[in-house]
């Protein structure tokens, strides 16, 4: 994968597709075969270019990529290009917040957090700001403790993953194809403060 990258850098294309990650699947045609399905000989590359608004309605679009690959291959190799599958998920979660806190910050700070968290090229202090790892599935603990951790927020409830259909999982399983695609407007994020024994809805 690291080769693909540092050689396709070297192109006099790179400048006309710039790719920002790539997963190398052996065994794969993605093309026409789902992941599970075993193709000897082939390889599929899923392909993330740096700015996808700029290409996206371009026919062809990754053809002198494989053209530029294609001379590098091996006889017995057929090599596939595909871009990754995204998975759709959004969060609901009630944060009860010390008092004194502010709960516009608060807030914002949380949809920051989780939206850096799960982003697929910028990623902050999250996975080594490389991105959210292809195949790396959800998991509601984490977002638990990235949510309980923020400044403001005493604790944290109903906590929930949504998925495509608004079901709540508490684990969402990704293919090693698949990248996450972060909901933040079907996303909710409640402020409460703890009045006596009520909680107030800010």
């Known amino acids: 994968e690291k080769l693909v990258l540092e050689d396709w850098h070297q192109s006099p294309d790179y400048n006309n597709l ?32 740096e700015n996808n608004n700029q290409i996206k309605n371009e026919e062809n679009k990754y053809e002198k990529l494989f053209n530029f690959l294609d001379q590098r291959r091996l006889l017995t190799t057929r090599i596939h290009i595909v871009e990754p599958l995204y998975v759709s998920v959004a969060i609901e979660a009630k944060l009860v917040i010390h008092d004194g806190a502010q709960a516009e910050a608060v807030k914002n700070k949380a949809q920051t957090e989780v939206t850096m968290f799960f982003d697929t090229l910028k990623s902050g202090k999250y996975w080594q700001g490389k991105g959210w790892q292809f195949g790396r599935s959800i ?3 984490e977002l638990y ?3 309980d951790s923020l400044e403001g927020v005493d604790y944290v409830e109903n906590l929930q993953i949504k998925d495509k259909d608004n079901n709540p999982q508490s684990e969402i399983y990704l293919a090693e194809n698949q990248l996450v695609n972060f909901n933040l407007e079907d996303s909710q994020f409640t402020i409460v403060v703890e009045v006596g024994n009520e909680q107030k809805s800010i």
């Open 18 to 49: 710039k790719i920002a990650r790539v997963k190398c699947l052996t065994q794969r045609n993605l093309e026409q075969l789902d992941i599970d399905t075993f193709a000897q000989g082939h390889i599929s590359l899923v392909v993330v270019p």
């Open 139 to 141: 998991y509601l603990s």
């Open 145 to 147: 403790k990235i949510l």
